[in-house]
C-alpha cells in the first residue's frame, strides 16, 4: 500500500498550489480520502474530506472557499487545489485514505507547503 503525495514547494501569499496524492495497492474507490496538515508542536488538522464516489466533500472552517478537493477513480488519485494561500497554511500535508466500512486507514508521508514572501 502507497500513498505518495506531490506538488508542494514554496508559493507567495496569494499563490496557488495543487496538492496530488497517488494511491496503490488497495481499492481506491471503496476508501474515503483526506488531506490533513501537520505544524511542529500543533496538532494534525483535518483539512478536506471526499467520500469515496466523490459524492461528498468537508473542509475545514479555514480553508473554505479557498482549497478544493477532487479525486479522480479512474487514476487512483486524489487532489486538494489550493487558492489564496496563506501564511498560515504552511505545513506539511499529508494524505489519507479510510476505508468506507471499516474506518481502517492509511496515511501518506506528506509533502512540504510553504507560504512566505
Known amino acids: 500500500v502507497q500513498l505518495v503525495e506531490s506538488g508542494g514547494g514554496l508559493v507567495q501569499p496569494g499563490g496557488s498550489l495543487r496538492l496530488s496524492c497517488a494511491a496503490s495497492?488497495?481499492?481506491?474507490?471503496?476508501?474515503?480520502m483526506s488531506w490533513y496538515r501537520q505544524v511542529p508542536a500543533k496538532a494534525r488538522e483535518s483539512v478536506a474530506l471526499?467520500?469515496?464516489?466523490?459524492?461528498?466533500?468537508n473542509y475545514a472552517d479555514s480553508v473554505k472557499g479557498r482549497f478544493t478537493i477532487s479525486r479522480d477513480n479512474a487514476k487512483n488519485t486524489v487532489y486538494l487545489q489550493m487558492n489564496s494561500l496563506k501564511p498560515d497554511d504552511t505545513a506539511v500535508y499529508i494524505c489519507?485514505?479510510?476505508?468506507?466500512?471499516?474506518?481502517?486507514?492509511?496515511w501518506g508521508q506528506g509533502t512540504q507547503v510553504t507560504v512566505s514572501s
Open positions: 495497492g488497495f481499492t481506491f474507490s471503496n476508501y474515503h
Open positions: 471526499i467520500t469515496a464516489t466523490g459524492g461528498s466533500t
Open positions: 489519507n485514505a479510510k476505508e468506507r466500512n471499516s474506518g481502517f486507514d492509511y
